[in-house]
């Protein structure tokens, strides 16, 4: 029998393996790389155009600096100490928000004079068949007096 006593191919081999492990860093570069950009490409399709936000934004700054008064020149005059008549807070004259609060004439005269918002109580709700003849709410029963909460029975005694 004859035995092979030639050595590896070492050079070889090393070689291989070389070229297959930059092939396969390379494929992988190339696959995350190509992924990424279809996930780029993908969310700017769905993405809205936002061109109707940029002109809104534009006139929002025009009519931040160009009003009767514009807002850095406002700052300035807040940052001083004084408050013009044009930016100080104001108290409307606008009762629609308190409808529901007040109820009739004199609860709007009420609220045109200064008072403030006084919620409704809860059996104003009631209905009629609750209220008296003269339209108004019998009245609440009254708790019990703490000391007689076991009732004609003594404690203690038996």
Known sequence: ??????????????????ITVITLIGI???LKSYYAMMTDQA????????TDKDELHKAETVALTSG??????AMAA?????????ITPQQPDDLGPMTGWRKGAA????L?????????PAAAGAPPAARGAAGALPPA?????????????GHGHH
């Open 43 to 50: 969310q700017r399709e769905k993405l809205a155009p936002t």
């Open 1 to 18: 029998m004859a035995i092979d006593n030639t050595p590896p191919r070492l050079k070889l081999i090393v070689t291989i393996a070389v």
């Open 107 to 110: 609860g709007a005269a009420a």
């Open 28 to 30: 992988d570069f190339v």
């Open 78 to 86: 807040v940052a001083e100490g004084e408050r013009p008549a044009l």
């Open 68 to 73: 009767s008064m514009p807002i850095q020149k």
């Open 112 to 120: 045109a004079e200064g008072g403030g918002p006084t919620p409704l």
């Open 141 to 153: 029963p009254r708790p019990a007096p703490a000391g007689d909460a076991g009732g004609a029975r």
